[in-house]
């Protein structure tokens, strides 16, 4: 049972290049979320999707798109990637809304230069 | 969403008891109080969450305030690894599940 899984676990962007995070969770969680931090601060919901086929927005979610397809995974696309998109992001799946434990992966720092 | 406040940062002595402090003065009466930790270079934790009453678990206890305007984290005995980050959160049971994570209060472990 490895939990969530995240993929890379680094990674240097140029501007403008795209690229997608990759999210796995193995605990047939419905609920899955992902969340950027950036350096000194909290954590701030991106995208969110209740189950698969079903995505909403959360916080900051300008300049990323996600699918839902699987139960399993939950991919981040970046688009035309900008340095304020410098951070590290984590991926966190939980059985369901409300007040279930989100479990976190082990995030992926990406540097957009 | 209602917020809540916590020190920027705490100390502690190794195997002494600590007591984190959070204050939620707007918390609605549906709203759990969430903890979860970050260590270093790793994603959050779950700690432990309670609506009313004070709570235990094998991790900690939180003790609730009876306006429940405020709460406490109790660490019994730190320990070296319990040196992190530590998010005090309300989460409603209709936000779809969201945390939102403040600032947080990041705890020192002295051996």
């Known amino acids: 049972n490895a939990g969530v899984t995240q993929t890379p676990k680094f990674r240097i962007l140029k501007i403008g290049q795209s690229m997608t995070l990759q999210c796995t969770q193995d605990?047939?969680?419905?609920?899955m979320y992902w969340y950027r931090q950036d350096p000194g601060m909290g954590l701030k919901l991106i995208y969110y999707s209740v189950g698969a086929g079903i995505t909403d927005k959360g916080e900051v979610p300008n300049g990323y798109n996600v699918s839902r397809s699987t139960t399993e995974d939950f991919p981040l696309r970046l688009e035309l990637a900008a340095p304020s998109q410098t951070s590290v992001y984590f991926c966190?799946?939980?059985?369901?809304?409300?007040?279930?434990?989100?479990?976190f992966g082990p995030g992926t720092r990406l540097t957009v230069t | 969403d209602a917020k809540t406040t916590q020190p920027n940062s705490m100390e502690s002595n190794e195997e002494e008891p600590v007591h984190l402090p959070c204050n939620h003065s707007?918390?609605?009466?549906?709203?759990?109080i969430h903890w979860y930790r970050q260590l270093p270079s790793q994603g959050p934790e779950y700690v432990i969450h309670?609506?009313?009453s004070n709570v235990n678990n094998r991790m900690a206890s939180l003790a609730i305030a009876e306006d429940r305007k405020s709460s406490t984290l109790i660490l019994h005995r730190a320990t070296l690894r319990d040196a992190a980050v530590y998010y005090c959160?309300?989460?409603?049971?209709?936000?779809?599940?969201?945390?939102?994570f403040g600032q947080g209060t990041e705890l020192s472990v002295k051996p």
């Open positions: 707007t918390i609605s009466g549906t709203d759990y």
């Open positions: 309670g609506l009313t």
């Open positions: 966190a799946s939980s059985v369901a809304g409300g007040t279930y434990e989100q479990y």
């Open positions: 605990m047939n969680h419905n609920y």
């Open positions: 959160i309300l989460r409603g049971g209709n936000q779809g599940g969201k945390l939102i």
